[in-house]
Nanobody, 114 residues
Framework: QGQLVESGGGLVHPGGSLRLSCAASGFPFSSYAMTWYRQAPGKERELVADITGSGGVTNYADSVKGRFTISRDNAKNTVYLQMNSLKPADTAVYYC???????WGQGTQVTVSS
């Protein structure tokens, strides 16, 4: 059974940066695309970014394009989300997810507030 564990969330001022990590285990990590989702209070979970198994192709939601960067280190079985120029609207619980296997992490809270 696969497992995903997110870390790196916290409280940051508007304009600040955070780097989220998601450590994977229990499945052949490099064979699977990975995604980051987020869910704000009272809203549906939304796709933030995804990356292919090799890391060669990435996609972003329009709301984060140019500010967030998804990457992965297949030697460390870890996917990252670098978040820059954070806004209060980015406040949410962030989850990593394997599309084809259906694994979800427990989530990490990101709060952007002055």
């Amino acid at each position: 059974q696969g497992q995903l564990v997110e870390s790196g969330g916290g409280l940051v001022h508007p304009g600040g940066s955070l780097r989220l990590s998601c450590a994977a285990s229990g499945f052949p990590f490099s064979s699977y695309a990975m995604t980051w989702y987020r869910q704000a209070p009272g809203k549906e979970r939304e796709l933030v970014a995804d990356i292919t198994g090799s890391g060669g192709v990435t996609n972003y939601a329009d709301s984060v394009k140019g500010r967030f960067t998804i990457s992965r280190d297949n030697a460390k079985n870890t996917v990252y989300l670098q978040m820059n120029s954070l806004k209060p609207a980015d406040t949410a619980v962030y989850y990593c997810h394997t599309l084809l296997l259906g694994y979800w992490g427990q989530g990490t809270q990101v709060t952007v507030s002055s």
